[in-house]
Protein backbone atom coordinates (compact mmCIF):
# COMPACT_ATOMS: atom_id res chain seq x y z
CA UNK A 1 0.00 0.00 0.00
CA UNK A 2 1.28 3.31 -0.83
CA UNK A 3 2.75 5.43 2.63
CA UNK A 4 0.28 8.06 1.61
CA UNK A 5 -2.76 5.50 1.47
CA UNK A 6 -1.23 3.64 4.72
CA UNK A 7 -0.86 6.14 6.71
CA UNK A 8 -4.68 7.85 6.04
CA UNK A 9 -5.97 4.32 6.49
CA UNK A 10 -4.46 4.19 10.20
CA UNK A 11 -5.39 7.45 10.98
CA UNK A 12 -8.83 6.79 10.10
CA UNK A 13 -8.99 3.73 12.00
CA UNK A 14 -7.51 5.13 14.90
CA UNK A 15 -10.87 7.83 14.83
CA UNK A 16 -12.92 4.99 13.72
CA UNK A 17 -14.57 6.17 10.24
CA UNK A 18 -13.73 2.93 8.38
CA UNK A 19 -16.27 0.32 7.83
CA UNK A 20 -15.20 -3.02 8.78
CA UNK A 21 -17.04 -4.73 5.93
CA UNK A 22 -14.82 -2.83 3.39
CA UNK A 23 -12.42 -4.94 2.82
CA UNK A 24 -8.82 -5.23 0.90
CA UNK A 25 -9.79 -5.96 -2.69
CA UNK A 26 -11.57 -2.28 -2.25
CA UNK A 27 -8.41 -0.89 -0.84
CA UNK A 28 -6.31 -2.60 -3.91
CA UNK A 29 -8.64 -1.17 -5.93
CA UNK A 30 -8.69 2.51 -4.60
CA UNK A 31 -4.56 2.45 -4.86
CA UNK A 32 -4.81 1.56 -8.89
CA UNK A 33 -7.17 5.15 -9.10
CA UNK A 34 -4.38 7.05 -7.28
CA UNK A 35 -2.34 9.57 -9.52
CA UNK A 36 1.39 9.75 -8.50
CA UNK A 37 1.17 13.39 -7.96
CA UNK A 38 -1.91 13.16 -6.05
CA UNK A 39 -1.23 13.01 -1.88
CA UNK A 40 -4.18 11.54 0.29
CA UNK A 41 -5.61 14.49 3.09
CA UNK A 42 -8.26 12.50 4.24
CA UNK A 43 -10.16 9.03 4.20
CA UNK A 44 -13.42 7.62 5.66
CA UNK A 45 -16.14 4.66 4.09
CA UNK A 46 -19.48 7.08 4.36
CA UNK A 47 -22.26 6.31 2.24
CA UNK A 48 -21.41 8.79 -1.16
CA UNK A 49 -23.55 9.44 -4.26
CA UNK A 50 -22.82 11.55 -7.40
CA UNK A 51 -26.20 13.06 -8.95
CA UNK A 52 -26.13 15.83 -11.72
CA UNK A 53 -27.01 19.15 -10.63
CA UNK A 54 -31.36 18.50 -11.68
CA UNK A 55 -31.32 15.49 -10.22
CA UNK A 56 -29.92 16.68 -6.60
CA UNK A 57 -32.73 18.85 -6.09
CA UNK A 58 -35.22 16.38 -6.78
CA UNK A 59 -33.50 14.42 -4.05
CA UNK A 60 -33.68 14.65 -0.23
CA UNK A 61 -30.54 14.69 1.92
CA UNK A 62 -30.46 11.11 4.24
CA UNK A 63 -31.63 9.57 1.31
CA UNK A 64 -29.70 6.34 0.56
CA UNK A 65 -31.32 5.13 -2.67
CA UNK A 66 -28.47 6.75 -4.68
CA UNK A 67 -25.73 5.90 -2.01
CA UNK A 68 -23.02 3.40 -2.11
CA UNK A 69 -20.90 2.41 0.49
CA UNK A 70 -17.45 2.80 -0.29
CA UNK A 71 -14.28 4.63 0.21
CA UNK A 72 -13.92 8.75 0.36
CA UNK A 73 -10.68 10.05 -0.27
CA UNK A 74 -10.13 13.78 -0.13
CA UNK A 75 -6.81 14.46 -2.31
CA UNK A 76 -4.72 17.59 -3.25
CA UNK A 77 -6.34 17.54 -6.57
CA UNK A 78 -9.76 15.73 -6.37
CA UNK A 79 -12.75 14.41 -3.92
CA UNK A 80 -12.71 10.39 -4.81
CA UNK A 81 -15.20 7.42 -3.80
CA UNK A 82 -14.57 3.85 -4.98
CA UNK A 83 -16.80 1.33 -4.73
CA UNK A 84 -16.35 -2.29 -5.06
CA UNK A 85 -19.22 -4.74 -4.05
CA UNK A 86 -18.44 -8.16 -5.60
CA UNK A 87 -17.67 -7.87 -9.53
CA UNK A 88 -19.03 -3.79 -9.56
CA UNK A 89 -16.43 -1.75 -9.41
CA UNK A 90 -17.27 2.01 -9.21
CA UNK A 91 -15.41 5.52 -9.09
CA UNK A 92 -16.83 8.66 -8.77
CA UNK A 93 -14.58 12.07 -8.78
CA UNK A 94 -14.80 15.57 -8.56
CA UNK A 95 -11.84 17.78 -9.26
CA UNK A 96 -11.01 20.04 -6.71
CA UNK A 97 -11.00 23.11 -9.46
CA UNK A 98 -14.65 21.84 -10.26
CA UNK A 99 -16.11 22.83 -6.75
CA UNK A 100 -18.38 25.62 -6.52
CA UNK A 101 -20.53 25.17 -3.10
CA UNK A 102 -19.85 22.99 0.43
CA UNK A 103 -22.90 22.78 2.29
CA UNK A 104 -23.90 20.61 4.92
CA UNK A 105 -27.54 19.85 6.58
CA UNK A 106 -27.27 18.06 9.73
CA UNK A 107 -29.51 15.57 11.65
CA UNK A 108 -29.21 14.17 15.26
CA UNK A 109 -26.48 11.73 14.60
CA UNK A 110 -25.76 12.46 11.14
CA UNK A 111 -25.33 14.78 8.19
CA UNK A 112 -25.20 15.04 4.90
CA UNK A 113 -22.45 16.79 3.23
CA UNK A 114 -23.08 18.66 -0.13
CA UNK A 115 -20.19 19.50 -2.82
CA UNK A 116 -21.79 20.95 -5.76
CA UNK A 117 -19.63 20.94 -8.92
CA UNK A 118 -20.10 22.34 -12.23
CA UNK A 119 -22.55 19.51 -13.62
CA UNK A 120 -22.52 16.82 -10.49
CA UNK A 121 -23.24 17.23 -7.21
CA UNK A 122 -21.19 14.90 -4.50
CA UNK A 123 -23.39 13.59 -1.48
CA UNK A 124 -21.67 12.36 1.72
CA UNK A 125 -23.31 10.72 4.96
CA UNK A 126 -21.07 11.83 7.77
CA UNK A 127 -21.09 11.74 11.47
CA UNK A 128 -22.11 15.35 12.42
CA UNK A 129 -18.51 15.16 14.72
CA UNK A 130 -16.67 15.02 11.04
CA UNK A 131 -18.46 17.28 9.10
CA UNK A 132 -16.57 20.32 10.08
CA UNK A 133 -13.18 18.89 9.66
CA UNK A 134 -13.70 17.24 6.21
CA UNK A 135 -15.89 20.89 5.38
CA UNK A 136 -12.38 22.65 5.82
CA UNK A 137 -10.47 20.21 4.42
CA UNK A 138 -12.15 20.73 1.24
CA UNK A 139 -11.73 24.18 1.30
CA UNK A 140 -8.25 24.35 2.33
CA UNK A 141 -7.53 22.16 -0.56
CA UNK A 142 -9.52 24.54 -2.90
CA UNK A 143 -7.33 27.42 -1.98
CA UNK A 144 -4.00 25.18 -2.40
CA UNK A 145 -5.30 24.26 -5.77
CA UNK A 146 -5.74 28.13 -6.35
CA UNK A 147 -2.60 29.25 -5.30
CA UNK A 148 0.89 29.22 -8.64
CA UNK A 149 2.67 26.10 -7.52
CA UNK A 150 6.33 26.41 -6.76
CA UNK A 151 7.44 24.02 -9.19
CA UNK A 152 10.94 22.31 -9.12
CA UNK A 153 11.75 24.33 -12.44
CA UNK A 154 11.55 27.59 -10.88
CA UNK A 155 13.81 26.05 -8.56
CA UNK A 156 16.48 24.54 -11.20
CA UNK A 157 16.55 27.30 -13.82
CA UNK A 158 18.31 30.15 -11.08
CA UNK A 159 20.47 27.06 -9.84
CA UNK A 160 21.45 26.32 -13.64
CA UNK A 161 22.25 29.92 -14.24
CA UNK A 162 24.22 29.98 -10.95
CA UNK A 163 26.46 26.88 -12.50
CA UNK A 164 26.70 28.97 -16.27
CA UNK A 165 27.58 31.83 -14.18
CA UNK A 166 30.60 29.79 -12.15
CA UNK A 167 31.48 28.55 -15.99
CA UNK A 168 32.17 32.03 -17.35
CA UNK A 169 33.93 32.93 -14.07
CA UNK A 170 36.11 30.22 -14.55
CA UNK A 171 37.06 31.35 -18.21
CA UNK A 172 37.53 34.42 -16.84
CA UNK A 173 34.64 36.40 -18.48
CA UNK A 174 33.35 37.51 -14.86
CA UNK A 175 34.99 38.85 -12.24
CA UNK A 176 34.93 37.49 -8.97
CA UNK A 177 32.70 40.43 -7.65
CA UNK A 178 30.30 39.78 -10.53
CA UNK A 179 29.78 36.62 -9.89
CA UNK A 180 29.06 37.02 -6.36
CA UNK A 181 26.55 39.78 -7.25
CA UNK A 182 24.62 37.89 -9.92
CA UNK A 183 24.86 34.84 -7.69
CA UNK A 184 23.25 36.93 -4.30
CA UNK A 185 20.85 37.98 -7.12
CA UNK A 186 19.66 34.59 -8.19
CA UNK A 187 19.69 33.05 -4.91
CA UNK A 188 17.42 35.81 -3.16
CA UNK A 189 14.63 34.67 -6.41
CA UNK A 190 14.78 31.01 -4.99
Known sequence: MRADLQKAYDVAKGCKRLNPLIGKGA???????????????????PNVGILTAGEALKIKPFD????????????SKRLLHCSKILFNSKVEQIMMENINNVES?????????????????MEIDLPNKDVIEVSRLI??????????????????????????LGELKDKGVLTEEEFIKKKEELLSKI
Do not use: C, H, M, W
Request: hydrophobic share 40%; net charge positive.
Open 27 to 45: YDFLEKQLLRDEQIIYLSN
Open 64 to 75: FKNKTAGIFLIT
Open 105 to 121: KGGLIFAVLRIQSITNV
Open 139 to 164: SETIQKSKQPATTQSTLIDPIEKIKQ
